[in-house]
């Protein structure tokens, strides 16, 4: 956490403020001040950095991350070397370093098997790897349904208002940043229907209800218009997916009113309708085709209505977040309204009041890139094209 003046840089604030040309001098970790135009006078004991040609932003935020649901080494061939359950951990530490590699340094982990969320964020901040802040849920907590037959340790079954709380509590108790639950079925569960309820009105309250009363905000996964409608009544603070709310405008209107988010996650549609189509049955395929198409319309409808949006990815490889931001550009954001839906507004998502935003006093997450994301947000996605990154006003080695 050393001292830097960072000069000659053209600032992207995060809130979709820009400074053409300024100095951000960073001390302990945070941002010390910023000195709009050139002709700024290093100050005794900072080192400086010329950003010359360079745009500074805030790092990235992904408020929609499953840090260990997809399988990234290749499928054993017969006869080969089992792997041992440990190789894993050394799996996802690579990926936390490829995510700060590419200046995403804020992750909310919205379900992982066999609790690796906890394990990585516990050995980030023990110092024995690399890696993004992580936000987690521990497990999701679901009605007994098909999908915890296939997400086994993601989720936490519980049925009725005194099983629903204790879950909240268990969750709690093993450290998790929030709480997660399935307000409807997953899309990507043959036996589930998306569209109705998945847990009752009476259920989701008590989340809410046990969840806010010990200071820890709600995720809901949503995708039908039934989980939906109870989750933004009975007052999550995100939604997940949500592309159903474009049927309801007056649930937008209500977002809009209690300051919900939306997480739009375009990029898991892309997963099962064409992406990664080899590896679903053809039903969840077609059904993908069509939730694809209602996501954008959601989209669009969301940013009308002046409801926060924020960037999850929701998909792989990890270290890839900003291809979510791209097509949220490509489906109606500007670039602007995408950054900032990938720095300040994922971090509203989170609750987190000291990152995705440069400004005096935030927390010095910070990604330079060599180009213009304002013309081509694909500058993000690009390894070559970035710059610099920094945590807690630190330059980040994450060779």
Do not use: W
Not at 107 to 114: E, L, N, P, T
Not at 199 to 221: C, D, I, S, Y
Not at 307 to 330: H, K
Not at 371 to 380: A, E, F, H, I
């Amino acid at each position: 956490m050393g001292e830097l003046m960072l000069t000659n840089a053209r600032v992207l604030d995060g809130l979709g403020g820009e400074t053409p040309r300024a100095t951000v001098r960073l001390d302990d970790g945070r941002v010390a001040g910023i000195s709009p135009g050139a002709d700024v006078v290093p100050e005794p004991g900072f080192e400086v950095i010329d950003l010359s040609g360079k745009t500074l932003m805030p790092a990235l935020v992904d408020a929609h991350v499953h840090l260990s649901s997809y399988e990234m080494l290749p499928p054993l061939l017969r006869g080969e070397e089992p792997r041992a359950d440990a190789v894993h951990y050394f799996e996802l530490a690579n990926l936390a370093r490829n995510m700060v590699r590419m200046g995403i340094l804020t992750v909310r982990d919205v379900g992982s098997m066999d609790d690796h969320a906890l394990h990585l964020r516990q050995a980030i901040r023990l110092g024995l790897s690399v890696g993004p802040r992580i936000l987690t849920c521990a497990r999701i907590i679901s009605a007994t349904s098909p999908g915890c037959r296939i997400f086994t340790t993601m989720y936490r079954p519980a049925d009725g208002t005194c099983e629903i709380r204790k879950a909240v509590r268990e969750q709690l108790a093993m450290g998790a940043d929030f709480v997660k639950i399935m307000a409807s079925g997953a899309r990507s569960v043959v036996l589930e229907d998306p569209e109705p309820a998945q847990l009752t009105r009476e259920e989701v309250r008590t989340v809410v209800e046990e969840a806010h009363r010990l200071g820890k905000r709600v995720a809901a996964h949503a995708e039908g218009s039934g989980g939906t409608r109870i989750a933004v009544e009975e007052g999550v603070d995100t939604i997940e997916h949500g592309l159903s709310l474009h049927r309801t405008p007056e649930l937008l209107d209500l977002m809009a009113e209690q300051d919900q988010t939306l997480v739009p996650t375009l990029s898991t549609f892309h997963d099962v309708s064409e992406d990664h189509a080899e590896k679903y049955p053809c039903t969840l395929v077609e059904q993908a085709k069509r939730q694809r198409e209602e996501a954008y319309k959601t989209l669009d409808a969301a940013r009308e209505t002046g409801v926060r949006i924020a960037m999850g990815f929701d998909s792989y490889p990890l270290g890839e977040n900003a291809r979510e931001l791209v097509r949220m550009v490509e489906g109606g954001l500007t670039p602007m309204q995408g950054i900032v839906a990938a720095t300040s507004g994922s971090a509203a998502a989170l609750g987190l009041e000291d990152i995705g935003e440069v400004r005096t006093g935030a927390i010095a997450d910070l990604l330079v890139v060599d180009g213009d994301p304002l013309v081509d947000p694909s500058v993000l996605q690009d390894p070559a094209r970035i710059h610099l990154v920094l945590q807690a006003g630190s330059p980040l080695d994450a060779a």
